[in-house]
Each structure stands twice: as structure tokens, then as C-alpha cells.
Antibody
Framework: EVHLLESGGGVVQPGGSLRLSCAAS????????MSWVRQAPGKGLEWVSS????????YNADSVKGRFTISRDESKNTLYLQLNSLRAEDTAVYYC??????????????WGQGTLVTVSS | QSALTQPPSASGSPGQSVTISCTGT?????????VSWYEQHPGKAPKLMIY???KRPSGVPDRFSGSKSGNTASLTVSGLQAEDEADYYC??????????FGGGTKLTVL
């Protein structure tokens, strides 16, 4: 059974940094693209970042380009999202999502339960 | 990276059919057969209901179907059931290695 377990969320001041982790199990982690999708309180879903199966290609939304970095560690079956220069508008639940393909595509067949990031002074 | 346009709300009575639209441009919905739909219940993670415009993952009831015409994709829920009451989001590949979601539609079963 596929499991995705996010961690690392919390309260951080504007301009601060945070690293989110997503521990994956139940599937061959190295065979699928992985992504982060966020949802601000009471708002809709927003794609944030994706990484190819090999980790050789990364993709980011314009809203986080230059501030967030996605990465993966195949030896630990773990996906990461480094969040720098955080702003109030980055406050959201961050979901880890498994792609159904090796490459970037909008079909995420498994999701974690999410981790809340709150940016506030 | 503009969000795809969805109606804020939709509704139907049990047993009826309801269709939710997702309007984009020729650069996203109209340009690729890469549209997905998600169902999200309050406090829960989204669930993939449709991918590649009209394909259903295993386990998704055949009451859910997807289609596309031009720059608009649609999700149809037939034989509405109480448990279908949820938020629904469309998503599309938008070229240049970008993905985009719709603003979401709250489906109410009357």
C-alpha cells in the first residue's frame, strides 16, 4: 500500500526558512515523478514544484521560483522541499503527491495528509 | 500561470447528473490531452478521479466521466449520491514544464 508522510511544517517568521520532508513507501520511489502541491487556508489547490523520477529535472511555479528547491533522496525514499525567503502568502498546507508517470504530468495518484506551514511574525 | 476557470458552485439532487466545466486556453487545456480532475472532502487530501481528459483510475466509479471540447474540459457526475458532495478541482499541463489548477467547484447534493 502506498504511503506518503509529510513532516517539517511549523510556524516561521517572514524571510525565514523551512525544510519539508515526505517519506514514501509501498512503491518503487525511483520510478515516478514527485510533486508538492499547496492549499492556503480556505483556498484552492496550487501546484508548487515537481521533480522527475531520476531527480535530473525539476520544475517550479513562478510564485516560488528562486525561493523553493525540490529534491529527492532515492536511498531514503524521501522527497524534500526547501523553503527560503518565506512570505505570508506562502502560508498553506503543503501536500506531497506521487505522479503516475516518470515525467511531469498533472495526474497525482497518491497524496500525503499534508503539513501546515504558517508564515507569521 | 493563470488558474483555470471553474464555476464556484454546482448542485444536483440525488440520482441526477451534474457537469462541472474547466475553462483554459489553447496554451493549457486546449493544447494538451493532459487534464485531470480531483475530488476533495473537507479536511482530506485530494483524490484523483480522472486523468488524460477521460480516463478513470481503478476504483473510481464509472458514474464519473471526463471530456474536453476546445479549451474547456468537463467532469460529469451521473447518478449523484450524497457522498459526491465535495470540492472538485481540474488540473492541466500548461506547456513549458508548468502545471495549473482550477479554482475549484463546490458540489452540493440537494
Amino acid at each position: 500500500e502506498v504511503h506518503l508522510l509529510e513532516s517539517g511544517g511549523g510556524v516561521v517568521q517572514p524571510g525565514g526558512s523551512l525544510r519539508l520532508s515526505c517519506a514514501a513507501s509501498g512503491f518503487t520511489f525511483s520510478s515516478y515523478a514527485m510533486s508538492w502541491v499547496r492549499q492556503a487556508p480556505g483556498k484552492g489547490l496550487e501546484w508548487v514544484s515537481s521533480i522527475s523520477d531520476s531527480g535530473g529535472s525539476t520544475y517550479n511555479a513562478d510564485s516560488v521560483k528562486g525561493r523553493f528547491t525540490i529534491s529527492r533522496d532515492e536511498s531514503k525514499n524521501t522527497l524534500y522541499l526547501q523553503l527560503n525567503s518565506l512570505r505570508a502568502e506562502d502560508t498553506a498546507v503543503y501536500y506531497c503527491a506521487k505522479g503516475s508517470r516518470q515525467w511531469l504530468a498533472p495526474d497525482f495518484d497518491y497524496w500525503g495528509q499534508g503539513t501546515l506551514v504558517t508564515v507569521s511574525s | 500561470q493563470s488558474a483555470l476557470t471553474q464555476p464556484p458552485s454546482a448542485s444536483g439532487s440525488p440520482g441526477q447528473s451534474v457537469t462541472i466545466s474547466c475553462t483554459g486556453t489553447s496554451s493549457d487545456v486546449g493544447g494538451y490531452n493532459s487534464v485531470s480532475w480531483y475530488e476533495q472532502h473537507p479536511g482530506k487530501a485530494p483524490k484523483l478521479m480522472i486523468y488524460d481528459v477521460s480516463k478513470r483510475p481503478s476504483g473510481v466509479p464509472d458514474r464519473f466521466s471526463g471530456s474536453k471540447s476546445g479549451n474547456t474540459a468537463s467532469l460529469t457526475v451521473s447518478g449523484l449520491q450524497a457522498e459526491d458532495e465535495a470540492d472538485y478541482y481540474c488540473s492541466s499541463y500548461a506547456g513549458s514544464n508548468i502545471l495549473v489548477f482550477g479554482g475549484g467547484t463546490k458540489l452540493t447534493v440537494l
